[in-house]
């Protein structure tokens, strides 16, 4: 690939989406609008993320792309083979070897550290462009901290259902101050957001935004105060690994109703079967 | 039992394989070389220089041989290729007086200066299906006239004061390939998203205004079709020179304008400019944008999609429309096993407070 770019991106784009990364460390929270470029996979596909990872990443870097937790889900091996083609950086599975990590719905299981930098695919960028279709309005409508209409929707939920019944993509406020849409992790994620050492960053290429939270940001669920935010999950441990408090994925195994349940992280799954933990079906799954 | 979704490297690697396979079709039909779709194939190869915003015949025509025919599917490619290249600057704007007409006709006078030229156009075909043609035949060779340098309709009507003059406008073209569309948008940058829009998107907009969702009773004033210089200044030599040729499809509509309280009544413009020959487009791209002028022009508000430049302005990119559709066969297991224990938990607790 000599007729690119290390990591695809010419010098003058990957400046430009510095800028626009800088600018949204800067405001936790707040979606920076950015001259998103057309690249060789199509809008929808992680085009945000993957711009957001060729202008981070540099020769040393160690790169783990993951899609709905799994490190061998088609679009996670395109990406991360399209970025060892025309980078050539290092790859990894490992969590806590990987220096960028580029995600699509989920946040890895096992903590994050300092110096390492969590990077989101973004379908919507906009936590209340379901409340009100107009960039114009919404624009508006953070510039004036005017959030009432998400919490009359939150409350509407409770209304209906008894509870908020948003499982994804669940609504967060960054510092007392912007509502940001943390992208479609599902709301058992949540809680990683807040505190973490690592710098998130959230790219929306389609939509041509990108917003973040440097480390250590306090990122608060929405919620009432007699109807507290709970990060849920499916009420089982994992049939390979034994863990309880991983993120499932439910496998239909037959169809007579036979169902296992196994971590959706499968580098955290692979970890803790590597050190000896099994589940329910770890025998017959080997 | 539990079959883990691993090998997604060798299936996409296998999927590949046959996509090359399916490409290149029956081998024993001889294989479409690049010049043969960019020669006989010209409106598919100048549809894909329009909306991928490239003005290079052979790359479209590489690209429609790569997709298989699927024209977004080449737009794509050209796109993410367009975007790898340095800009280097703009042209001097193209003057399309100056064109060299191939095609050249006026809804709204029988004759003109330059008069009417039909060019190569479907237009009186009869739409049969010439079975003739299946043994193709060449047709006899034909001397075509030169073309010629034609005025513009709409400067005949600006001169007598009947249509709203147009002052020009030395502000640097904006370019939403390298700055963020924001709204309001000016209508340059307006213009410039609908050129490179989808077609159909774009034909079915205008259409609407035609049968009253923000109707605009538009006359086609002119449409020319014909090649115009590419100018540059090169800062080193002080002046400009022609850096190439392009073909346009240019449409000016002339719509009714009532209802001013301070002008005597004049006519309006609508205005659409498109790389190749794309009439149907430009016409549509004209008819669109004078219905998104309707706040400049104090006509009321319909309602109407086209009249919307935030509907119409998010919704006209075809890739961007193309990838956001379909990514949603990718997997969404963690979203969907969030919402199935949302669903499960909530039918159980209705069940609960039923029993």
Redesign the interface.
Known sequence: MSDYNFAYLDEQTKRMIRRAILKALAIPGYQVPFASREMPMPYGWGTGGVQLTAACLVPDDRLKVIDQGADDTTNAVSIRAFFQRTAGVAVTTATTQATVIQTRHRIPETPLTDGQILIYQVPIPEPLRFLEPRETETRRMHALEEYGLMHVKLYEDIARHGQIATSYAYPVKVEGRYVMDPSPIPKFDNPKLSDNPAIQLFGAGREQRIYALPPWTQVVSLDFDDHPFVASKADHACDLCGARDSYLDEVVTDDVGSRMFVCSDTDHCTTRRDAGHTGRLAEVAA | ??V??????R??ANAHAWLAEERRGDPAEPLLSVAQIREQMALAVNRVMAEGSLYDPDLAALAIRQARGDLIEAV?LI??Y???L?RLGSSVPVDTGAMAVDRRVSATFKDLPGGQVLGPTFDYTHRLLDFAEAAAMDPAPLGTPGPARVPHVTAILDRDGLIEPVAPDDTPAPDL????????ASRALRLQALARGDEGFLLSLAYSTQRGYGRTHAFVGELRIGRVPVEMEIPELGFAIQIGEIELSECETVNQFKGSRTEPAQFTRGYGLVLGQSERKAIAVSLVDRALRWQELGEDDSGAPAQDA?FVL?HCDN??A???????K??????F??????VR??RQ?ANEAAS
């Open positions: 039992m539990y883990a979704v691993k090998g997604g490297e299936a996409i794509f796109r993410a367009r975007t790898t340095p390939t390298r700055e963020p569309l924001e709204l309001p935030e998010s890739i961007q193309t990838g956001f559709l379909e990514h949603i990718l997997p969404h297991y963690v979203d096993q969030a919402e199935l224990e949302l938990r909530l607790e």
